[in-house]
């Protein structure tokens, strides 16, 4: 695996080797995280890098990017045809600067910005005081019902009363589907944009398994690095009348030239995620979470909302008098990843919060089904209800691997 690398730089060999059997051998439930292709991994890895391409197809500052146009263009058209979008920049580099970009293109600062409250599982670029969002405009955050879901009539009073310029929905901790059509009429009624954040569910709307916010939504973000199972990045889809809106916010507003090599990869993913079976794989994927969730509910876990239609589940542990911190901790030392993550109306902080997420995007990536969900959910419940007994996760970690050897990842890169 990576020969030149070993000879020329063997300290950081030995550290992406040491991050490669980490992946093989734990199970990664971050559901913010998944599994790239070979293929990906190698457009990534090419020449592509070497390009500076500021602009857009065509309408490039530097010469020499008729095949750079081309890789673009591929990936520009396939997340077309795969999201039914009008248009679409592929260029953002990550998620929270495409959300400042959305925000560039459609707001002036100080302008009004409704979105979810972050420990309800919002995002900080969804209006948290503490990131540019936050600070850039003036923000109102809307909050879950007591039920742990979206409550639509108290979101539209709100909107009647605060009358903001744009209304945020998408979420990174939030289990159930969205109604879009309810946030359009809510939008429509306060004369306010509609800007979805789907970096969670891309996959699953690609895949017929989340309804789509397309339709509806004036502009959509995601990143595509989550369930859409592509290379780290992101991308904005709008509908045409914003088109020139959008792409002068991201250059030269905000960015400089594209990272080429990363858009190579996004049009694979695109290309794979058009494939028949990438809806077997996102239908799976909720398959597996509601198996999850229905295992730990079961094994007298709380679970957020009472269970999910997505990829993630929410974990409260406030009445198993462990933080999401420890358990975060416990579940590491037996090789189970996940994040701790403030619930609905939490009352601790986010760096120890009261909660855990997870999901079931790699673990499907690997092949998993929904027996094995029973599997993984026994071995949670164990690490947590033995927290501190080194023995019980040592035990875990051993069952664990045993696990993952029956579902391998990359093992061409071991030779």
């Known amino acids: 695996m990576l020969e030149s690398l070993k000879k020329q730089d063997p300290q950081l060999w030995e550290s992406i080797s040491k991050e490669l ?26 020449v592509l890098t070497n390009k500076y391409s500021e602009g857009y197809p065509k309408k490039r500052y530097y010469g020499g990017n008729e095949f750079i146009d081309e890789v673009e263009q591929l990936a520009i058209d396939r997340a077309k045809v795969l999201f039914g979008a009008e248009h679409v920049n592929v260029q953002p580099l990550s998620g929270s600067p495409a959300n400042q970009a959305v925000y560039h293109a459609f707001l002036e600062l100080n302008d009004k910005l409704m979105g979810l409250q972050l420990d309800h599982g919002g995002h900080l670029t969804h209006g948290h005081p503490v990131n540019f969002s936050g600070k850039h405009y003036n923000c109102v955050q809307y909050q ?3 039920d742990c879901l979206l409550d639509y009539d108290a979101i539209e009073k ?62 959509v973000m995601t990143t595509t690095h989550k369930t859409l199972r592509g290379p780290r990045g992101a991308m904005i889809m709008c509908k045409e009348e914003f088109a020139e809106k959008v792409d002068k916010a991201i250059f030269p507003g905000l960015q400089g030239g594209p990272h080429n090599h990363t858009n190579a990869g996004k ?89 855990i997420r997870l999901g079931t995007p790699v673990l499907t990536s690997r092949g998993m089904k929904e027996q094995d969900m029973v599997t993984v959910g026994g071995l949670i419940l164990q690490a947590i209800e033995h927290h501190d007994t080194t023995d019980v996760k040592a035990k875990v970690r051993k069952e664990v691997m045993e696990l993952c050897s029956e579902f391998p990842i990359y093992s061409e890169l071991n030779t």
């Open 21 to 46: 059997k980490r992946q093989q051998e734990g199970l990664e439930m971050i559901p913010s995280e998944n599994i790239v292709s070979l293929p990906v991994l190698e457009a990534m890895g090419s």
């Open 144 to 146: 879950l019902g007591k």
């Open 158 to 219: 709100m909107a009647k009363v605060e009358k903001p310029k744009m209304i945020q929905s998408g979420y990174t901790a939030y289990p159930r589907q969205i109604d879009f059509k309810r946030f359009r009429e809510i939008c429509d009624t306060v004369g306010a944009y509609f800007f979805v954040d789907m970096s969670h569910f891309a996959g699953l709307v690609a895949g017929d398994a989340h309804p789509s916010p397309i339709p509806f939504a004036d502009v």
């Open 267 to 355: 049009a694979v993913a695109f290309a794979e995620a058009l494939k028949p079976e990438f809806k077997e794989y996102a239908g799976q994927v909720v398959k597996n979470a509601r198996e999850l969730a229905r295992v730990m509910a079961e094994g007298g876990l709380n679970i957020v909302s009472g269970g999910t239609d997505t990829h993630l589940a929410l974990v409260d542990l406030t009445d198993k008098k462990i933080t999401g911190k420890e358990a975060e901790g416990a579940l590491d030392e037996a090789g189970i990843y996940v994040n701790k993550n403030t619930v609905p109306f939490d009352h601790r902080k986010p760096w120890d919060p009261s909660g």
